[in-house]
């Protein structure tokens, strides 16, 4: 033990100091010694041995968990996306700031009560305090002192009551409700931003989430249909609660959530389901303001407000959810709302008016005059006869401040004062009145029908073809700019000389309509003063009575704006820059992809002028005039001196008038053009042939993903008729499936298809069954549809025709197999699609005719037209074929895998027994066999000789072997294959 004391022992090594501790312990067998220190030995061993392991197994799971969040990372933003939409908190972002001071009574109270009585007792005070103010003598001076009392003893009621509500736990919704203009979306957006509204709230919630939703009526779509509400509300809540993504992704009842980008991808029932869940299973309490329900219009009959409504009941039923919404008291909500904790907030900001009337009249005002009774006397009319309405007030004050400048005594202010009409609309008119007199009336007039005409236009755009609105509005307005050539081709017409006329011209505009309309200076935008501003014009007879002094036509005033479009492409194309690519380097794919992206950007200008202009239903009147040819004409006259957008249009094949054709088709525009022939030449068969085409087949994918509405479908019908009249055309000509300007790849090789082929595949696979019975107008449709085959088989066009079509496994049910529409360009399946094994199919016209048949049988009631259809039948039905090509395997590269079918399995005959079950054709296949098939090696092929053997017979093309000519107009004479 000595030698353990000694200095020099603790630098010793550990395995001679432990021998040297044994030995002085007795230990003096060599064996002894010996096997204590191998235990000691291996058991440090084994202690080192089992930590490396576990910091081994650690740093894996730490590798893999990051490996995991990557992938969660990038499916939570995936999941963020498809909820977002343009201008999703335009509304919010754009509702003005509240004056200083303004609505603190909503939270000034000096006690809380716990009687939940304050919430009724608030909204009957409410009433009180209006009978109160109403209260006059027969000189019709108000006691405004009393009022004053009144209202500040309602205003302590109802901010009492909101607050309770804040902090209650069995009064879910509240409504704040009010007049047009008396301020509900500023008080809301007031609310929202002011921590106390946190603060009450969290005394019963804490930690609560506060979200919200601002309809608009007159922004885009999302902003005012449900669906933008879903999706805005589930984006709040998913990124402000990460965990809320695998709730979603993790819900049985959404399909397919990994494989949505945006809110298209999304059905509305899908959506509630997903804001339903976030809702049921939030860890923390959610508080939700939705904003101007009144304002809620959707393109979906069935959701309307009653709707609307339902799902705000349901919502607000789940456990930790309240629900604060505002709205004009219209009918449908007042009786649904009506009974809930509620005020109405004209009742309770007398004191806010007089603060903002007060602060606004002093910048203009002596002190002395506003130490006067005069001064206080007019303040108290003013708030009298605002009623509530802060819109009146700032419309009132406007006059006021005018009379001012003019040094109005108090006398002449109060007369003044006097003059202006209760309630807005009476107001809008006495400032026309008084603005315009005889003089403006018919400028300002055309103005106000340009500015309305434009919303109906471009209802979704706030940009007029990618440019300012008020560039559109100027050109279309001032016809010596939009007409001069001059300035028309002038490269550099948007410098800034033109934006400081635009500038100036807005400001014009905004002054000569009475105020009605506000010029925005930041964005160059115009829209009304207010809702009601609109509803004033198109909904009361003094306000048509306004826009009646203008003389213009709207057709007119339609082709002004169309013109105007077309005046803004026809610069921005000008202002590209040089050396555009050739068509033939297109086609091989020799460009860039910046020069590819600009393409479709060009393209997609062209696809607006031609859907929000030349096809949009507000411009009816417009065919119906001579203006029609012109447009063409000026169109034409853009594409000639434009190389890039004809570049842009060979990208798809197209031409002009095929464009126009396919994108917005009103017979009408194709009529004025054939029969123009001064103006376009005579219509060569070819071309004839080819404008069939663009009516009957679109080249762009993104147009068979919707069904178009039946009026457009009828509007195609009417075109092919009027083009196969004279039987102008080339029988059994073939053209290629183009692809669209936006294409990611333009496609190695393309489909080819017949006309009647391609009338016949829109109607079996993209209209169907399930859609038509849903539309009203079908028997006219299918009627059309009918005697359009008649005509095409009358002209010649062969039922024997072949041609190309793919169908895919569905996973539900297993054996289900559905068509692969391959209209983005190549004859493969589109990579976006899913699927495991699929077949490829030869089949002549004549089973797509005895398929439209089959189809459309049960939905024919008339005799007339049965008796059609049945002559029909017994043509197709002795002459359908069907040659299954091969078996497609898709491969995790995405590239295809071919296999010969065994003839034995009788793959054709199934394929001849399918039937359409709500719009998905069903082929009873034998799954086991067909995969078998796939498992062999000995029936594979290799996929250029299988598409050569395809392009051989006429049922492929290589768009590089496609002869065309889209550097003219009119009258192209094709060789071989269509484009």
């Not at 001076?141 to 009492?160: G, I």
């Not at 498992?935 to 590089?960: C, Q, T, W, Y």
């Amino acid at each position: 033990m000595e030698l353990q004391v000694e200095q020099g022992f603790a630098s010793l090594d550990s395995t001679l100091r432990a021998f040297i501790v044994a030995r002085s312990q007795g230990h003096t067998q060599l064996i002894n010694l010996l096997d204590n220190q191998f235990d000691t030995l291996k058991a440090h061993v084994t202690v080192e041995s089992t930590q490396t392991r576990q910091e081994i197994s650690n740093l894996s799971s730490h590798v893999g968990g990051l490996s995991i969040h990557i992938v969660e990372s990038k499916g939570y933003e995936r999941l963020l996306k498809s909820f977002e939409f343009p201008k999703m908190n335009e509304r919010r972002n754009n509702i003005g700031d509240n004056h200083d001071t303004t609505f603190e009574w909503i939270f000034e109270m000096k006690e809380v009560s716990n009687s939940p009585t304050t919430f009724n007792d608030a909204y009957n005070d409410g009433e009180t305090t209006m009978a109160t103010q109403k209260d006059q003598d027969a000189d019709g001076d108000v006691d405004m002192e009393e009022a004053s009392q009144t209202t500040a003893s309602s205003n302590e009621a109802c901010s009492s009551s909101f607050v309770e509500w804040l902090r209650s736990e069995d009064q879910p919704l509240f409504w704040i409700s009010g007049k047009p203009g008396s301020g509900k979306s500023i008080l809301m957006r007031f609310l929202l931003d002011d921590e106390r509204t946190r603060d009450h709230l969290e005394h019963t919630y804490p930690g609560a989430t506060i979200i919200s939703h601002f309809f608009w009526l007159a922004g885009q779509e999302m902003e005012r249909n449900v669906k933008g509400l879903f999706c805005s509300l589930l984006y709040q809540l998913t990124s402000k609660h990460q965990e809320n993504y695998v709730k979603i992704i993790q819900n049985p009842e959404l399909k397919d959530i990994k494989g949505k980008r945006s809110p298209s991808d999304w059905s509305i029932p899908e959506l509630q389901k997903a804001l339903c869940q976030v809702l049921r299973t939030s860890p923390v309490p959610v508080c939700v303001f939705l904003d101007a329900l009144d304002e809620m219009v959707d393109s979906e009959p069935k959701y309307d407000h009653f709707w609307l409504l339902a799902r705000v009941d349901e919502l607000s039923q789940i456990p930790n959810v309240k629900i604060c919404v505002s709205s004009r008291p219209e009918t449908i909500l007042h009786r649904h709302l009506d009974g809930r904790p509620s005020f109405r907030i004209q009742d309770l900001t007398r004191k806010d008016i007089e603060s903002y009337a007060r602060d606004e009249l002093q910048g203009c005002t002596t002190s002395a005059f506003q130490a006067s009774q005069d001064f206080q006397e007019l303040l108290n009319a003013l708030i009298y006869r605002a009623d509530g309405v802060f819109l009146w007030v700032a419309l009132a004050l406007k006059s006021l401040r005018r009379g001012l400048t003019f040094e109005d005594s108090p006398y002449e202010l109060r007369r003044r004062l006097d003059a202006l009409p209760d309630g807005l609309n009476a107001l809008y008119r006495d400032l026309w009145l008084r603005h315009n007199g005889d003089r403006y009336q018919e400028e300002a007039a055309k103005y106000l029908n340009f500015i309305l005409d434009y919303f109906h236009i471009a209802e979704d755009n706030d940009e007029f073809c990618g440019r300012p609105m008020i560039y559109a509005l100027f050109l279309a307005l001032k016809p010596d700019s939009a007409d001069d050539p001059d300035k028309r081709d002038d490269p550099v017409i948007f410098d800034d000389r033109f934006n400081n006329e635009c500038l100036c011209f807005g400001r014009k505009m905004e002054i000569r309509c009475a105020g009605l309309i506000e010029f925005n200076l930041n964005d160059s935008s115009i829209q009304f003063i207010h809702r009601s501003a609109k509803d004033f014009l198109e909904d009361t007879v003094e306000g048509k009575e306004i826009l009646q002094h203008d003389r213009s036509e709207r057709p007119e005033r339609l082709f002004c704006l169309a013109n105007a479009y077309l005046t803004i492409m026809a610069v921005d194309a000008k202002d590209l820059d040089d050396d555009p690519p050739q068509p033939d380097k297109i086609i091989n794919k020799d460009i860039t992809p910046a020069q590819r992206r600009k393409l479709a950007d060009i393209h997609d200008s062209i696809l607006e002028f031609c859907e929000y202009v030349l096809g949009n239903e507000a411009l009816e009147p417009l065919l119906e005039t001579n203006f029609e040819a012109q447009l063409v004409d000026r169109l034409s006259e853009i594409f000639q001196t434009s190389p890039w957008m004809q570049a842009a249009l060979s990208t798809i094949g197209a031409d002009v008038l095929g464009e126009m054709a396919r994108s917005a088709p009103y017979s009408s525009f194709i009529r004025a053009a054939k029969t123009d022939e001064a103006r376009f030449g005579s219509f060569s068969k070819p071309y004839q042939t080819y404008l069939v085409f663009s009516v009957l087949y679109t080249r762009d994918d993104s147009s068979y993903e919707w069904l178009e509405p039946p009026w457009r479908s009828l509007s195609r019908h009417r075109i092919a008729d009027f083009l196969l009249y004279d039987g102008n055309i080339v029988p059994n000509a073939r053209t290629a499936c183009w692809g669209s300007a936006t294409s990611v790849r333009p496609p190695k090789v393309c489909r080819t298809i017949t006309m009647l082929a391609a009338l016949l595949e829109y109607h079996v696979f993209v209209v169907s069954r399930a859609n038509l019975q849903r539309d009203g107008n079908r028997e006219t449709y299918l009627q059309s549809a009918i005697e359009i085959c008649k005509n095409f088989i009358a002209l010649g066009e062969d039922i024997e025709n072949r041609v190309v079509l793919g169908f895919h496994e569905r996973r539900h049910p297993f054996y289900s197999m559905t068509k692969i529409w391959n209209g983005h360009a190549d004859w493969d399946l589109p990579s976006r699609l899913s699927f495991q094994v699929g077949l490829l199919l030869d089949v002549n016209v004549a089973f797509l005719l005895f398929l439209f048949c089959q189809d459309t049988k049960p939905l024919i009631t008339d005799p007339d037209t049965k008796k059609d259809l049945q002559e029909l039948w017994d043509i197709a039905a002795g002459s359908m074929d069907v040659e299954v090509l091969g078996i497609l395997i898709k491969e995790k590269d995405q590239d295809l895998r071919i296999h010969r079918p065994d003839p034995s399995c009788g793959y054709a005959d199934s394929i001849k027994c399918m039937v359409n079950e709500e719009g998905f054709w069903k082929i009873p296949v034998d799954m086991e066999a067909l995969y078998k098939e796939t498992e062999r090696v000995d029936n594979m092929v290799a996929r250029e000789e299988f598409e050569d053997s395809l392009i051989e017979r006429g049922l492929l093309v290589r768009p590089k072997d496609v002869e065309k000519d889209t550097s003219r107009f009119r009258c192209v004479e094709y060789e071989g294959v269509l484009p």
